[in-house]
């Protein structure tokens, strides 16, 4: 359950952070002023829908953070923080773990191809690929699995 003064309290955060009044925060996000003066004044709690309305504009907001505290505000902040602390031994230069390998969300195996990609010949005794992941900069994912026993 999330603690309503906590929750009030980052909300504020991100107020001050956005320079934004909870009249114009109301607006942006799209929900009723009053039910934005309701939510800060404590007499109500936040809806699943007002919190998910908030990350939708506010890509800096991590949905952890707002509902526990636990996590970084804004999110950029831990990610250029985490990319800075990681560098190549033999440069001593930070490495770019968030850039995409292509621009594209598609998949890098055809998947017309992945049957023969995975599966060995049937004389062969070979071990074989359970599953690939892809992790996108988005934070989504996509998970292919070997179906092929």
Not at 53 to 74: A, E, H, R, S
Request: glycine residues 4%; negative net charge.
């Amino acid at each position: 359950m999330v603690n309503t003064d906590d929750f009030i309290k980052r909300l504020e955060i991100i107020l001050e952070y956005y320079s934004l009044n909870a009249s114009s925060f109301a607006d942006k996000i799209g929900v009723q002023r009053s039910s934005m003066s309701h939510l800060l004044s404590g007499r109500n709690k936040p809806s699943l829908d007002f919190i998910l309305k908030i990350i939708d504009f506010f890509p800096d907001v991590d949905l952890y953070w707002i509902l526990n505290g636990k996590g970084t505000f804004p999110k950029s902040v831990a990610i250029e923080n985490l990319s800075n602390d990681i560098t190549d031994s033999n440069t001593s230069t930070p490495i770019d773990l968030f850039t995409p390998i292509s621009n594209s969300h598609e998949p890098i195996v055809d998947q017309s191809k992945f049957k023969q990609m995975i599966r060995p010949d049937e004389n062969e005794n070979k071990d074989e690929i359970e599953k690939i992941v892809f992790f996108y900069k988005n934070g989504t994912f996509k998970i292919f699995s070997s179906q092929f026993s």
